[in-house]
């Protein structure tokens, strides 16, 4: 079963906008919740990860916002930018074991 | 190589072929794992490798898949008896398993094709 369920599939945003992608899970002894970056041809790349202990993460224009309570969290994307433009994945997984993904989010975003 | 290098990058093959895929993780990484991404699909879960531990099979689609990881460094994952439907991407990643941290870096892929 999908341990991990990603929303939405796709968005589009305009440049300068924000993108929110979401993400649920039900095992409550993952603690380690990074995001995945991936352009067309290529692997993905790890942009930015959080562990269950903190609420929110900053780097750059990217946000992990996670409740603990609700085993939710989001990624935001502050002012995005045209390069942003790729699939996000969200991932959780228990440290030392495999990554859990979610689905994947197609972000395009239109200058 | 300072990444996860996998080749080949693309392999086209005949249906009921076998075919071989080789990962060569970040030198040092203890954990490995293979993923499966059809077009535009997200990352199928196939096998996890982590030190001298037994793999992680779960994920393996049927018993016509395997993979093995030699020395605790290379991988190679077998897939015999090809159908179309393991056209795929095949995505290798390693990791240094650490405290707090499970950072996996992937490789580019290959692009398994099969005809």
């Known amino acids: 079963q999908q341990q991990v369920k990603q929303s939405p599939q796709s968005l589009i945003v305009q440049k300068g906008g924000i993108s929110i992608i979401n993400c649920a899970y039900e095992n409550t002894a993952f603690d380690y919740f990074p995001w995945y970056q991936q352009f067309p041809g290529k692997g993905p790349a790890l942009l930015i990860a959080?562990?269950?202990?903190?609420s929110e993460k900053k780097e750059g224009r990217f946000t992990i916002s996670f409740n603990k309570s609700a085993k939710q969290f989001s990624l935001h994307i502050m002012d995005s930018q045209p390069g942003d433009s790729a699939t996000y994945f969200c991932a959780a997984s228990i440290v030392g074991y495999k990554l859990s993904f979610g689905a994947g989010t197609t972000v395009t975003v239109r200058a | 190589g300072a990444g996860v290098s996998q080749s080949p990058s693309n392999k086209v093959t005949e249906k009921g072929k076998d075919v071989e895929l080789r990962c060569d993780p970040i030198?040092?990484?203890?954990?490995l794992y293979w993923y499966r991404q059809s077009l535009g699909q997200g990352l199928e879960f196939l096998i996890y490798f982590q030190g001298n531990s037994a793999p992680d099979k779960s994920g393996l689609p049927s018993d016509r898949f395997s993979a093995e990881r030699t020395g605790g460094s290379v991988s190679t994952l077998t897939i015999q008896r090809t159908q179309q439907e393991d056209s795929a991407v095949y995505l290798c990643?390693?990791?240094?398993?650490?405290?707090?941290?499970?950072?996996?870096?992937f490789g580019q892929g290959t692009r398994l094709t099969v005809v």
């Open positions: 990643a390693s990791s240094l398993v650490r405290q707090g941290n499970t950072e996996a870096f």
């Open positions: 959080i562990r269950p202990d903190v």
């Open positions: 030198s040092g990484h203890t954990a």
